[in-house]
């Protein structure tokens, strides 16, 4: 298991100098972790770029994402109601 300055020695500390995109690497009471969305920097708080949303874990270390391997989130298109054919047997129930 990595340790916590292993971890966080891949990460930079401070303020940032841009507004991004980061990988922000955050801690909790089980460890540490890599969000699993790109974050920005802007006005004194780390925020979810996508949403704009405020970052309420606590951030321990930063670092520049050059290219975001991770999958962006799209609008959900709900899937379409499955065809009922008359007769079909997955459709009886069991008494």
């Known amino acids: 298991m990595v340790s916590r300055e292993e ?14 995109p980061f ?5 909790d009471k089980s460890g540490t972790y890599v969000l699993p969305y790109a ?5 004194g708080g780390w ?3 996508q949403t704009a949303q405020p970052i309420e874990v606590t ?6 994402l050059i290219d ?5 989130h799209t609008e959900r298109v709900p899937l ?9 047997p997955s459709l009886k129930t069991k008494r």
């Open 59 to 64: 951030v321990i270390g930063w670092r520049v």
């Open 39 to 43: 974050c920005s920097y802007r006005e």
């Open 80 to 88: 379409p109601k499955p065809q009922v054919r008359p007769g079909d």
């Open 68 to 72: 975001d391997p991770r999958p962006q």
């Open 47 to 49: 925020l979810n770029l």
């Open 23 to 27: 990988e922000l690497l955050c801690e």
């Open 7 to 20: 971890r966080l020695s891949e990460f930079s500390t401070g303020v940032p100098d841009a507004s991004g």
